[in-house]
């Protein structure tokens, strides 16, 4: 099995505890035991690693190969929409105080400002994305970031190491860790690769609780799926030729003039958004729809949210009541999310339930299906930026969005991209969520902004966060 690698351990954990006084090798019979001890609480965020890679590494059929003996689940995690990390991190993370993120991308349309920003080096430090300083170990910003994407593997193995001394030598009752490197392993090694970031994590952990007098509470968790194996087709041309053919110009600075529509092509991702005058939304939703690779493009309306394929038409709305959200779907022309029999089902299993569906319902019927919980993600996926598109679409698996100088410096890094993700369907949405805490009992699945609420307390993240990235 691929799980059998040798991990070089940590015993540097060990030394420095040893040098600190904070182990000890036996404990007086004063002493309280270590499980009458209050637990400390180690947040473990992984990014892009998939839910199948972990119920992999998981499996009890692996005997005494399988990773995390002692955690539960793994669990799918519904993710947001776009499945990206500056949207997917705010969805989980805002319950506990984590503020909006300017835009989809590092590279956005600001409307205050009326045009495309930031996206460079200088920008990175002076556009705030709260995420980013969110944990106590995070990004190293976009030069070390470059740096470690050359040997991804190695540098997440590295500063899981390092995050992990420094939980075991400081006094903070919550730690908050993120590594990133693990994106740019999934999108250029695939999700396989990543198992070997799992092996060491499983190690570290083992040693770490060995360590430690206090029990510890692990939860970890990814922001999104992964999708792909083939190489992507980047959809950015073909967008551009519909435009233009349409009778509107493409812009990718500023939103001038009624005809104009605003694109960001920024990362290699498989999710577009559209910035344009809000009288033409309806228009220019269909044009992008129409482009090869294109899946679904949606946008608001006064009668609700419209989606366009070329599947056909449909919308969705929400109504609340006094019994909670209630989404209604209704078929304009075709089914863009082959939701029909899904809610045919539904609605049998019902009963005397009202032509609606009941959100939490709903969610436990639509969790597995092609699109995972399209009404709520969608609908979020407007609120969650400060800066929301007009239009957002989700490109077609095999498909990406993004900008032609970044897949031409991905093809000189190692050749054509084969995974990404961002897409509103299933491959590129499911993250995952496991955890050593005994009181917890997974779900079937879990929905992005409900996945940690049984850890923390809400309106509070760590108890101290860091100053600036490690």
């Known amino acids: 099995m691929r799980l059998s690698l040798k991990v070089p351990a940590i015993g540097a954990v060990l030394a420095v505890l040893l040098l600190t006084g904070v182990a000890a090798t036996s404990v007086s019979a ?43 689940g793994p669990v799918p995690m519904v993710s947001t929409f776009p499945s990206s990390t500056s949207v997917a991190l705010v969805g989980m993370l805002g319950p506990f105080g984590l503020g909006l993120s300017p835009g989809y991308e590092a590279r956005f349309y600001d ?32 030069i070390g970031s470059a740096i470690e994407g050359t040997r991804p593997i190695k540098y997440s193995i590295k500063r899981l190491r390092r995050a992990i001394q420094d939980f075991a030598t400081n ?78 110009k493409l812009r990718t600075k500023r939103l001038k003039g009624p005809k104009d529509v605003v694109m960001v092509p920024f990362g290699l991702v498989s999710s577009a958004e559209a910035y344009v005058m809000e009288e033409n939304k309806g228009e220019i939703a269909e044009v992008l729809a129409s482009a090869p690779g294109v899946d679904v493009c949606v946008y608001s309306s006064d009668a609700g949210w419209l989606v366009e394929s070329k599947r056909g038409r449909a919308a969705f709305r929400a109504e609340e009541t006094s019994s909670g959200r209630v989404w209604f779907y209704d078929s304009i022309n075709g089914d863009p999310f082959d939701y029909l029999p899904l809610i045919e089902k539904y609605r049998a299993q019902a009963g005397s339930e009202p032509t609606g ?57 190692g050749g054509r991209l084969r995974w990404t993700h961002g897409a509103l369907f299933r491959e590129a949405t499911w993250g995952f969520l496991t955890s050593n805490v005994t009181s917890w009992e997974p779900p079937a699945a879990v929905r992005f902004d409900e996945s940690l609420l049984p850890f923390l307390e809400v309106g509070r993240g760590a108890d101290s966060f860091a100053a600036g990235n490690k």
């Not at 270590?34 to 059929?61: C, Q």
């Not at 205050?112 to 944990?135: D, L, N, T």
């Not at 392993?185 to 083992?206: C, F, N, R």
């Not at 639509?366 to 400060?386: C, K, M």
Request: hydrophobic share 40%; charged share 30%.
């Open 357 to 413: 569906m009941r959100d939490q319902a709903w969610f436990q019927a639509s969790w597995d299906a092609t699109y995972p919980d399209a009404f709520y993600r969608l609908t979020r996926a407007f609120e969650l930026v400060e800066n929301p598109a007009s239009i957002l679409c989700s490109v077609e698996p095999g498909y990406m969005y993004g900008s032609r100088k970044t897949e031409r410096l991905a093809m000189l890094g």
């Open 111 to 142: 409307w205050q400002m009326g045009k495309v920003r930031g996206g460079g080096v200088v920008s990175y430090r002076r556009i705030e994305f709260p995420w980013r300083e969110y944990f106590d170990w995070g990004r190293k910003g976009p």
């Open 30 to 72: 004063e002493a309280p035991e270590a499980k009458d001890l209050k637990p400390r609480k180690l947040i473990i965020a992984l990014d892009a690693v998939p839910f199948w890679v972990v119920e992999d590494v998981m499996d009890p059929d692996l005997g005494e190969e399988a990773l995390f003996k002692d955690f539960k």
């Open 171 to 248: 006094n903070r009752e919550t730690f908050f860790i993120y590594i990133a490197p693990t994106d740019t392993a999934a999108h250029t090694k695939g999700p396989e690769a990543l198992k070997k970031v799992l092996v060491a994590l499983d190690q570290m952990l083992t040693e770490l609780e060995e360590s430690q007098k206090r029990p510890i509470e692990v939860v970890i968790f990814s922001d999104h799926g992964l999708a792909g194996d083939e190489p992507l087709i980047n959809v950015w041309k073909g967008l551009k030729k519909a435009i233009k053919e349409a009778g509107f």
